[in-house]
């Protein structure tokens, strides 16, 4: 059974920083493109950042420069660095993985976790 866990969220202030970690059980944690999606109250999910098998990023234009994908594929977890945190950050960051580069990157993974929430503050 493939589980997918988020931790890390929390209130920060604005300009502060956070680590959002994203462990995955249950697969083959080498063979899974990952991402980071957002939700806020009262809009549709967005992709934040992705990471191929091979290390390739991708960053949503709002976040280049501020935050930093990476994984540890001996961990089997993917984090997610924020740095110079804006209100407009505010929302429920969830972790994604499949095997197609394509499925992550058009939020069509196959695995999804519960999300962990993230609140920036003026």
């Known amino acids: 059974q493939v589980q997918v866990v988020e931790s890390g969220g929390g209130l920060v202030q604005a300009g502060g920083s956070l680590r959002l970690s994203c462990t995955a059980s249950?697969?083959?944690?080498?063979?899974?493109?990952m991402g980071w999606f957002r939700q806020a109250p009262g809009q549709e999910r967005e992709g934040v950042s992705y990471?191929?098998?091979?290390?390739?990023?991708v960053y949503t234009d709002s976040v280049k420069g501020r935050f930093a994908i990476s994984r540890d594929n001996a961990k089997n977890t993917l984090y997610l660095q924020m740095n110079s945190l804006k209100p407009e950050d505010t929302a429920m960051y969830y972790c994604?993985?499949?095997?197609?580069?394509?499925?992550?990157?058009?939020?069509?993974?196959?695995?999804w976790g519960q999300g962990t929430q993230v609140t920036v503050s003026s």
């Open positions: 994604a993985a499949d095997l197609l580069w394509s499925s992550v990157r058009t939020g069509a993974s196959a695995y």
């Open positions: 249950g697969l083959t944690f080498d063979d899974y493109a």
């Open positions: 990471i191929s098998r091979g290390g390739t990023t």
